[in-house]
T-cell receptor
Framework: NAGVTQTPKFQVLKTGQSMTLQCAQD?????MYWYRQDPGMGLRLIYY???????DKGEVPNGYNVSRLNKREFSLRLESAAPSQTSVYFC?????????????FGPGTRLTVL | RKEVEQDPGPFNVPEGATVAFNCTYS??????FFWYRQDCRKEPKLLMS???SGNEDGRFTAQLNRASQYISLLIRDSKLSDSATYLC???????????FGTGTSLTVIP
């Protein structure tokens, strides 16, 4: 099992460019999440999908869109990248959204917006 | 006010020492609590869940104090391999969200 995979691992964009971060999990989990991690800020939830077919905003959704393509895949799109979106992006999955459910994280995407 | 607050450290301790981290949370409706470990430039991984009665896993002990709204992590007999950042995580039913602390950095020195 690969667990949670993310592509790409690194990306440099210019301001205004768009891109999609891909995430896939092979653990048959219902819930998936996108976080960003910035120095001194901890991980902050961007969007999550409690189950296939549903998505909800997290703490910092502005400037992002998501698609839960199927149970395995959850993508994050930046329509018009800004320098403030320079960050490390982590995708995660869990069996269910609530309770004592471990979240499994992907290796992260390091994004720089110039 | 942040949902979860942690002392960022760094904590530098010698091998074999005992070290404790605390984490406070602001929402009394918080339901579940975790400690994650994150190595440098790697993804977070679950260290242990924190139960109301407290729980222990080898050298690691986690405690929850709902009245004072804090959780703690105690590491006994520190090993070099314990060097990492430890993240406190709280789940609040409202919005089904997990809130992460900024992490506490630990370095175990030979």
């Amino acid at each position: 099992n690969a667990g949670v995979t993310q592509t790409p691992k690194f990306q440099v964009l210019k301001t205004g460019q768009s891109m999609t971060l891909q995430c896939a999990q092979d653990m048959n989990h219902n819930s998936m999440y996108w976080y960003r991690q910035d120095p001194g800020m901890g991980l902050r939830l961007i969007y999550y999908s409690a189950s296939e077919g549903t998505t909800d905003k997290g703490e910092v959704p502005n400037g992002y869109n998501v698609s839960r393509l199927n149970k395995r895949e959850f993508s994050l799109r930046l329509e018009s990248a800004a320098p403030s979106q320079t960050s490390v992006y982590f995708c995660a999955s869990s069996e269910a959204p609530l309770g004592y459910n471990e979240q499994f994280f992907g290796p992260g995407t390091r994004l720089t917006v110039l | 006010r942040k949902e979860v607050e942690q002392d960022p450290g760094p904590f530098n301790v010698p091998e074999g020492a005992t070290v404790a981290f605390n984490c406070t949370y602001s929402n009394s409706a918080s339901q579940s609590f975790f400690w994650y470990r994150q190595d440098c430039r790697k993804e977070p991984k679950l260290l242990m869940s924190v139960y109301s009665s407290g729980n222990e896993d080898g050298r690691f002990t986690a405690q929850l104090n709902r009245a004072s709204q804090y959780i703690s992590l105690l590491i006994r007999d520190s090993k070099l391999s314990d060097s990492a950042t430890y993240l406190c995580v709280v789940n609040v039913e409202r919005g089904n969200q997990f809130y992460f602390g900024t992490g506490t950095s630990l370095t175990v020195i030979p």
